[in-house]
C-alpha cells in the first residue's frame, strides 16, 4: 500500500469521513476500490450537502454491490430523485412514481420531466391505455430536449412511440438515465482537496501543478462541468499555497530583521486573513 | 520541515538552471524556453519589458495622490538612468509632500548626476535637516562637496553622517579619501595622513573583523595608505550593490498595486525567479518582496479558477468573493 492509499485509509477509517465535504470524495476513493458497501455509505453522509449527485453516486455504488434489491427506507427519504431514478432504472414504474411524488418540486426540473416520461412508458409497454391526454407534448418536449429538435433519434423515438412500441422508446431512453448513474475517476485533485479540507498530509506546489497536468490528459469523456470544477479546484489549492508561501516569506523577513516594520504588518495581515480565506476555499465543491 | 516558502524557492532556483519554467513549463509545454542559449534573449526581452511596464505605470500613476509611488517610480527610472522622467516623478511626489526627505534624497541624486550641484545641494541639505536618521543623506551631501572642491564642508557632512551611523563604512572611506587627498596636496602633511590611516583601520576592522591590517611602509608612508585605500574600496565596491534589484522591486510592486492588467503571468514568474536568486544570502527586505510577489502571483490563479468556472454560476460567485477579499488584502501589504 503506498501512502497515498495509506492516508485516504486512515482518514477513512477517522471521524474526518463523517465531515460532509470530505465523505463525497472519500466515497469515489472507495468506489474506485470497489469497495461499494463503504462507497455507498460514505456518499450517503455527503447527501447532507448536495443531494444532486452524491443521490446518483450513492445509487451507482448501491446498484454495484447489490444489483436490483431495493434501496434502504431512509435513504429514499433523504434522495427521493435518485431513488425514484433507480426504481425507474430497474423497471419499477409505481415505486418511481412515489419516490417521484417525495421530490422537492424545485430541484432538477429537466430531470424531473424526464423521469416522468419514462416512467409513464414503462406503464404504457405494461399497459397502453395508462398513458393520459397530454402525454404526446411532454415526451416530445423530452426527446427534442434529450436529443435535438430534428435529430434522428428524436424522429426515430417519435416513430416509435406513434406506432405503439413503447418498450422502443423506453430503450432509447435508458442510456439518458444511465448517464446519471456513472461514477467520475477518483483523481488526484481529488486527493489532495481531501488533504487540504481535512488538514492532513503535506500538499506540494508540484503535487499539485501535476495533478493539473493529469486533468489535461485525461479523456474527454467524462462531463465538461466535473473537469471544469476540478481544474477550479486545483487553481484553488494553487492560490492557497502561494497565500501561504507569501505568509511564511514575511515570517522569514522578520525571523531575518526582527524590526522590520513593514514585514511585521504584513505578516499580521496575513495570518488575519488567511484563516477566514482557507474557510472560503475549503466551500468550494468539486461536485 | 520543509515550509511552502522553501518549497518554492527550491523549485524556482533549480529551474533557473535547467532553462525551464515552474509553473508555465509544466501548464504550458510549448511555451517554454528552449534552454540556456535563451538566457541572453531573455534577460534582453526582461529589461525591454520592465521599462515598458515602467513608463505605462508612468501614465497610470499621473492622477495618482500618492507620494510614496512617485517617489519609488522616480527611483526607479534613476537607477535605470532615465533622469528626466525621473526629476518629473520625485518632483511630483514632493508637490504632494513637500517634506519627503527620501523623495529629496533621490531627486539630489538625480539633479548631481545631470549637473544640476546647486539644487542638487539644497536638495541634500534639506532632506538632512528633515530627517537626520539616514546617513545616507549627508553622505550624499560630503561626496557633492568633494566633487566641488568645498573639502571642510564636505570634512562636516561626512562627520555627521559618521556621528549618525558610525559602522556606515563608505563614510569612513569616503572621508579618507578627503584627508588622503588633502593630506597629498599638502606635501603629505601627517596630521591628514594620521586621520586617513586611523579611517582606513576603522573600515577594515569593519569589513574582515577577524583579519590583520596590512603593513604600511614608514618610507612610503602616503603611497602605502592609498594603496590599502584603494584596496579597501574595491572590496566595498564588490559588495551587492542592491539598488538595481530594488529600483525593479518598486516597479513591480507598485505595478502589482495598480492592479493585474500591467503585467503577466509570465512576467511575475521572472520577478520571483530574479529575486530567489538575488536573495540566496537572505535579505530582510528581499524576503518581504517575495512574500507580496507570491501573494501578488496567486491572483493569477483565482482568475483563471473564474475562467474555468464561466457557467456555473454558483462556485463562480464563491471565487469572486476570494477574489475581492484577496484584492483587498494585496493593497493593503506594505512595500
Known amino acids: 500500500m503506498d501512502e497515498r492509499e495509506e492516508i485516504l485509509q486512515k482518514i477513512a477509517c477517522s471521524e474526518l469521513a463523517q465531515d460532509l465535504r470530505t465523505a463525497g470524495l472519500v466515497g469515489l476513493w472507495q468506489a474506485s476500490r470497489k469497495e461499494y458497501p463503504a462507497a455507498f455509505l460514505s456518499f450517503s453522509v455527503a447527501l447532507q450537502i448536495k443531494t444532486d449527485p452524491f443521490g446518483f453516486f450513492a445509487v451507482a455504488a448501491w446498484t454495484a454491490e447489490w444489483g436490483i434489491k431495493p434501496l434502504p427506507e431512509d435513504f429514499q427519504?433523504?434522495?427521493?430523485?435518485?431513488?425514484?431514478?433507480?426504481?425507474?432504472?430497474?423497471?419499477?414504474?409505481?415505486?418511481?412514481?412515489?419516490a417521484l411524488a417525495q421530490t422537492d418540486s424545485s430541484a432538477g426540473e429537466k430531470l424531473r420531466q424526464l423521469l416522468d416520461v419514462y416512467l409513464q412508458i414503462l406503464e404504457a409497454a405494461n399497459n397502453p391505455a395508462s398513458i393520459p391526454p397530454d402525454f404526446r407534448a411532454r415526451l416530445e418536449a423530452v426527446l427534442k430536449s434529450e436529443f435535438g429538435v430534428s435529430s434522428e433519434t428524436t424522429r426515430r423515438l417519435f416513430s416509435e412511440y406513434e406506432g405503439g412500441n413503447f418498450s422502443a422508446v423506453a430503450a432509447g431512453l435508458r442510456p439518458v438515465l444511465g448517464e446519471l448513474f456513472v461514477l467520475p475517476p477518483f483523481s488526484t485533485l481529488d486527493y489532495l482537496w481531501i488533504l487540504f479540507s481535512s488538514g492532513i498530509g503535506k500538499i506540494e506546489f508540484s503535487s499539485i501543478i501535476a495533478a493539473l497536468a493529469e486533468l489535461e490528459d485525461a479523456g474527454l469523456d467524462f462531463a465538461r462541468h466535473w473537469r471544469q470544477r476540478q481544474q477550479?479546484?486545483?487553481?484553488?489549492?494553487?492560490?492557497f499555497f502561494l497565500l501561504r508561501a507569501g505568509g511564511e516569506s514575511f515570517e522569514k523577513a522578520l525571523a531575518i530583521n526582527p524590526n522590520f516594520s513593514r514585514a511585521v504588518k504584513n505578516a499580521d495581515l496575513v495570518k488575519e486573513e488567511k484563516q477566514e480565506l482557507a474557510l472560503q476555499v475549503k466551500q468550494f465543491l468539486l461536485f | 520541515m520543509e515550509t511552502c516558502y522553501d518549497e518554492l524557492e527550491r523549485a524556482w532556483v533549480v529551474n533557473f538552471f535547467r532553462g525551464g519554467r515552474l509553473v508555465s513549463a509544466r501548464l504550458y509545454p510549448g511555451k517554454a524556453p528552449?534552454?540556456?542559449?535563451?538566457?541572453?534573449?531573455?534577460?534582453?526581452?526582461?529589461?525591454?519589458?520592465?521599462l515598458s511596464l515602467a513608463l505605462q505605470l508612468k501614465q497610470k500613476l499621473t492622477e495618482t495622490k500618492d507620494p510614496q509611488a512617485h517617489m519609488k517610480l522616480g527611483y526607479f527610472f534613476f537607477v535605470y538612468q532615465f533622469y528626466q522622467e525621473a526629476e518629473e516623478e520625485l518632483k511630483l511626489?514632493?508637490?504632494?509632500?513637500?517634506?519627503?526627505?527620501?523623495?529629496?534624497?533621490h531627486l539630489g541624486n538625480v539633479c548631481h548626476r545631470m549637473g544640476k550641484f546647486n539644487q542638487a545641494q539644497a536638495c541634500y541639505e534639506k532632506a538632512c535637516q528633515l530627517d537626520s536618521n539616514y546617513a545616507d543623506y549627508a553622505n550624499a551631501l560630503g561626496q557633492l562637496f568633494v566633487e566641488e572642491g568645498k573639502l571642510v564642508e564636505g570634512e562636516k557632512a561626512f562627520l555627521s553622517a559618521l556621528s549618525t551611523n558610525p559602522n556606515f563604512i563608505d563614510v569612513r572611506l569616503n572621508l579618507a579619501q578627503?584627508?588622503?587627498?588633502?593630506?597629498?596636496?599638502?606635501?603629505?602633511?601627517?596630521?591628514?595622513?594620521?586621520?586617513?590611516?586611523?579611517?582606513?583601520?576603522?573600515?577594515?576592522?569593519?569589513?574582515?573583523?577577524?583579519?590583520?591590517?596590512?603593513?604600511?611602509?614608514?618610507?612610503?608612508?602616503?603611497?602605502s595608505l592609498c594603496r590599502i585605500y584603494l584596496d579597501l574600496k574595491g572590496k566595498s565596491n564588490s559588495r551587492v550593490?542592491?539598488?538595481?534589484?530594488k529600483a525593479w522591486c518598486y516597479l513591480f510592486n507598485l505595478a502589482f498595486r495598480a492592479g493585474r492588467e500591467l503585467l503577466s503571468k509570465n512576467q511575475v514568474e521572472r520577478y520571483i525567479e530574479k529575486l530567489h536568486l538575488e536573495n540566496q544570502p537572505g535579505f530582510a527586505d528581499l524576503t518581504n518582496f517575495l512574500g507580496v510577489a507570491y501573494l501578488f502571483y496567486?491572483?493569477?490563479?483565482?482568475?483563471?479558477?473564474?475562467?474555468?468556472?464561466?457557467?456555473?454560476?454558483?462556485?463562480?460567485?464563491l471565487v469572486k468573493k476570494i477574489s475581492a477579499k484577496h484584492t483587498l488584502l494585496l493593497k493593503s501589504l506594505d512595500f
Not at chain 1, 81 to 98: D, H, I, N, T, Y
Not at chain 2, 95 to 101: E, H, N, Y
Not at chain 2, 185 to 209: D, H, R, T
Not at chain 2, 241 to 245: A, F, G, R, T
Request: charged fraction near 20%; charge should be negative; aromatic fraction near 12%.
Open chain 2, 34 to 50: 528552449s534552454g540556456r542559449t535563451a538566457e541572453g534573449k531573455r534577460a534582453h526581452e526582461s529589461e525591454a519589458s520592465v
Open chain 2, 241 to 245: 550593490d542592491k539598488s538595481n534589484l
Open chain 2, 93 to 105: 511626489a514632493l508637490t504632494l509632500f513637500p517634506d519627503f526627505a527620501e523623495a529629496l534624497y
Open chain 2, 178 to 223: 578627503l584627508y588622503l587627498d588633502q593630506g597629498g596636496s599638502n606635501g603629505n602633511a601627517p596630521a591628514y595622513l594620521e586621520k586617513a590611516e586611523e579611517l582606513l583601520q576603522q573600515s577594515f576592522s569593519l569589513m574582515e573583523p577577524e583579519a590583520v591590517f596590512p603593513a604600511i611602509n614608514a618610507n612610503i608612508y602616503y603611497d
Open chain 2, 298 to 317: 496567486g491572483s493569477f490563479f483565482l482568475s483563471s479558477a473564474e475562467e474555468a468556472l464561466q457557467s456555473d454560476s454558483g462556485q463562480l460567485a
Open chain 1, 77 to 98: 427519504k433523504k434522495a427521493p430523485l435518485a431513488s425514484a431514478c433507480f426504481w425507474a432504472w430497474v423497471g419499477k414504474p409505481a415505486e418511481g412514481r412515489m
Open chain 1, 232 to 239: 477550479a479546484a486545483g487553481y484553488l489549492l494553487l492560490y
